[in-house]
C-alpha cells in the first residue's frame, strides 16, 4: 500500500502527541490546525474498511461501495476511525485499508447522522475529535501563501522524494563516511567530479551541486563543526543550517531533507543538536512565513527521532509559558 501523502501526517501524530504529553484547549487546537494544513496541501489518510466480496482491495477508490468501520465508545455513541500510517494501523486489530483523502473522510464524517465523531489512531496514541470540533476544523482559514512544513522522518535520506537533500560533508568535499559516503554512492562519480571544482568549504558555510542519480535535483553540501565543547561550536552547527536554506531559496528550492550534521564521527550531542537545528530552521521559517518550504529532518535511528521529538516539545512548553 503506498501513499506519498501519507508522509505529510507527520503533522498530525506531532500535535497529538504534544496533546498528550501537555494536555490544554491550545493544544487540541493546534491538531485542528494540522489537520487543515494535511487538507491544504492534499494528504490522505488510511481507513479500516469492511471489503465486499465482490471488491478486490486494490480496486477501491473514493467512489467505489465502500463500508466505514465503526467503532463503539464506552458511552454507546459510534465513532468512525482513521490511521495517519501503516505503522499506527498495524498497532492493533487488522483489517483492509485503503487511502482516503483526510477533507472527504472528515465530511463523510460529518454527515453520517449515526456518527459521533472519528478516531484517529485508536490503537497508539489517538484522539477523538467530535462533530462538534470538526466543525471547528473546517471553519480554521489558512492563509493562502505557500505552507511551509517541518516534518520527522526515519529512514534513508538518499531515497527521499525531495528537490533538494543536504549532505554533512567534510572540508574537502570528496566524500567520507556516514551520510557524506552514501550520498557519493547513490549519486555516482559525477558528484565527486563536480565537488572536485568547488576548492572544498568551510565549516559552517554551504555549497550545491547537481545531485544526478539521486532521486533529489540538488545537494546541498555544508560543513559541521567537530564537537570540542566550546562556544563557536553551536553557532557553525546554526550556520549549517542556515546558509544551506539560504542557499535552497536562492536556487527556488522548495522541498529540502536534512540529515543530523556533525552528530556522527563528529561527535555533537544528539539532543544538543537538536534543539540548534530546530531553533535554526524554526527561525528561518517565522523570517519566510510565506516561502513554501517542506523540510524533512532525516533521522538515520529512532534515537535521532526522539532527540528532534524532546527538542520540539521543549519549544513547545517554553513558548506556552
Known sequence: MNSDNLNLNKHIEYAI???????????????????????????????????????EQDDISESGEIALRQLELEDGGMVTSCFTSEEEANKGERSAMVPFKLDTFCNMTLNEPALEGLVINPWGDSCFLSKDLLKIMFEIELPDEEVNQMIFEIGDITELDVECIVNAANSSLLGGGGVDGAIHRAAGPELL????????????EAKITKGYKLKAKYVIHTVGPVYSGSKEDPVLLANCYRNSLDLAAEHDIHSIAFPAISTGVYGYPKDEAAEIALKTIIDWLEANPSYGMK????????????????????????RQA
Open 17 to 55: 502527541t504534544v496533546a498528550k504529553s501537555n494536555p490544554s484547549q491550545e493544544a487540541l487546537f493546534d491538531i485542528l490546525v494540522a489537520l487543515r494544513i494535511v487538507m491544504k496541501l492534499g494528504g490522505d489518510i488510511l481507513l479500516p474498511i469492511e471489503l465486499p466480496t465482490a471488491f
Open 295 to 318: 523540510i524533512i529532518m532525516s533521522c538515520f535511528s529512532k534515537d535521532t527521532y526522539d532527540a528532534y521529538v524532546k527538542a520540539m516539545e521543549k519549544f513547545d512548553r517554553e
Open 193 to 204: 567530479a563536480e565537488c572536485r571544482q568547488l576548492n572544498g568549504c568551510s565549516t559552517g
